[in-house]
C-alpha cells in the first residue's frame, strides 16, 4: 500500500514535471539550471547549462528536454535511494510517516512550482553516501562529487555537516583526515567560486537562451536582483518566521522519534541539530528560498534518523521492528501538512491572502 502511495507520487511528480518543461513561457526551476559559462565565462552554477548547451549542439535535444530527463533520472534515484536505505534498516510506520512529512517527500508535490531544482542532486547523493560499505574508493569519489556539486550550486556546502555525520554513523569512527580533506577542498572551490566567479547574468544569458529555443518570462534567476530579496524578506517577516516554526516542527518530530523509541542515541543527535543549525544559518541570509532550505535540511536529517535504527539482517525484504505506531504522530503530521501548504499557496500566490482565498474559493465553487 506505502510503496503504491510512493509509486503514485512519483508518477505525479513526473507528470508536472513534463508539463512544465513543455509550457511557451518557461520560469524560475528551468532559468535554474540553465545558468551558463557562454555568457561572461566561469560563474557559480554556471556548469549544468554548458553541458546542456553541448548536448543540444551535438544530439540536438531541446533544453527543456534535457532538463527534464535530468530531473527525471534524479527524482528516480532519490525515490529508489531512500527505499533501499528504508530495507536496510528495521523500520516503523512511524519512520514511514516521516518519510511523507510536508518538508520530506510530500514536500515535492505540495510546491512542485519550485521542486525539481538542483537540491534533488544533493539528495541522491547523500543517499549513495550513506547506501553500501564505506570504502577508501566510495570516500574518494564522494569528495569528487561533492566538489563537483558545489559548482552545479554552492548551497551544498551549507549542509556539510550531514555529510560528516553519515561518515560517522557508518564508519563508527571519527576519520579527521577525511573530515579535513572534504573541509578544505569544498571551501577552496567555494573561495575560487566567491573571488573568481562572474554574475550569474552578465548581461546576454537570456539572448543566448532564446536564440536556444527557451523563453522566460519575468519570473528567473537572470532577472532577480538579491536586494529585492532582502526588501522582501522585510516586508514579509511573517511568512519567513512561519518558515523557521515549520523548520522546528519537522525536526522536533525526528528528535521526538528518536527520543520516544532510541533515547541512548537521542542526544547526540540534538547536539548535532544544534551544530547542523549554526552552520546552516548563513544560508538563511544569503538565500530567500527558506520553504527550500528547510526541505534540504528535513531531508538529509531524514537520513541521519535512518541510520541510528537497527540494521535489517536481511536485506531483500521489509523488516520490522518493535515499536507501536503513533496514532497522535500520524494526525499531527496530517494537521502540519494543511498547515504547511496553505502557507505555500501564500507564497506562491504573490504574499496574499486574498488570492488564496481566491484559489481556494475557485477550487470549491466553481463558477458558470
Not at 530531473?71 to 530495507?87: C, E, R, S
Not at 554513523?169 to 566567479?197: A, E, P
Request: aromatic letters at 22%; a positive charge.
Amino acid at each position: 500500500m506505502y510503496c503504491v502511495f510512493l509509486a503514485v507520487l512519483f508518477l505525479y511528480i513526473i507528470l508536472k514535471l513534463y508539463g512544465k518543461a513543455t509550457l511557451s513561457v518557461h520560469e524560475w526551476t528551468m532559468s535554474d539550471w540553465l545558468v551558463n559559462y557562454e555568457d561572461g565565462g566561469f560563474k557559480r552554477r554556471g556548469i549544468t547549462g554548458t553541458v546542456f548547451f553541448t548536448v543540444q549542439d551535438l544530439f540536438g535535444i531541446s533544453l527543456p528536454v534535457q532538463v527534464f530527463i535530468v530531473q527525471v533520472i534524479f527524482y528516480g534515484l532519490v525515490f529508489y535511494a531512500y527505499f533501499k536505505l528504508l530495507l536496510t534498516k528495521k523500520i516503523d510506520w512511524n519512520i514511514l510517516v516521516l518519510l511523507c512529512s510536508p518538508l520530506c517527500f510530500m514536500y515535492f508535490p505540495i510546491n512542485l512550482s519550485y521542486s525539481g531544482k538542483r537540491e534533488i542532486i544533493l539528495f541522491a547523493l547523500a543517499a549513495y553516501f550513506a547506501l553500501g560499505k564505506m570504502s577508501i574508493l566510495k570516500e574518494r569519489v564522494f569528495l569528487v562529487l561533492f566538489c563537483v556539486g558545489l559548482l552545479i550550486h554552492e548551497m551544498f556546502y551549507f549542509f556539510l555537516p550531514f555529510f560528516i555525520a553519515i561518515h560517522t554513523l557508518k564508519t563508527g569512527k571519527r576519520k579527521y583526515s577525511f573530515w579535513i580533506l572534504l573541509f578544505v577542498l569544498s571551501s577552496v572551490v567555494m573561495g575560487i567560486l566567491f573571488f573568481f566567479g562572474k554574475d550569474i547574468n552578465c548581461g546576454k544569458s537570456l539572448e543566448i537562451l532564446e536564440k536556444r529555443g527557451v523563453v522566460f518570462g519575468r519570473n528567473n534567476i537572470f532577472l532577480f536582483n538579491f536586494s529585492d530579496g532582502v526588501d522582501l524578506m522585510k516586508k514579509e517577516m511573517v511568512s519567513y518566521l512561519l518558515f523557521i516554526l515549520e523548520l522546528l516542527i519537522g525536526v522536533s518530530m525526528f528528535l521526538y522519534y528518536v527520543y520516544l523509541f532510541y533515547r541512548n542515541k537521542f542526544y547526540g543527535l540534538l547536539k548535532f541539530v544544534i551544530a547542523s543549525f549554526i552552520w546552516v544559518a548563513p544560508l538563511y541570509i544569503l538565500g530567500i528560498d527558506w520553504y527550500r532550505w528547510d526541505h534540504i535540511y528535513a531531508m538529509l536529517l531524514f537520513i541521519i534518523v535512518m541510520m541510528v535504527l537497527p540494521d535489517n539482517e536481511n536485506r531483500n525484504k521489509v523488516s520490522w521492528n518493535r515499536n507501536p505506531f503513533l496514532k497522535r504522530f500520524f494526525i499531527f503530521n496530517i494537521i502540519f501538512f494543511i498547515f504547511f501548504f496553505i502557507h505555500i499557496q501564500y507564497d506562491a500566490r504573490g504574499l496574499s491572502l486574498q488570492k488564496v482565498q481566491e484559489y481556494y474559493f475557485s477550487k470549491f465553487f466553481h463558477h458558470h
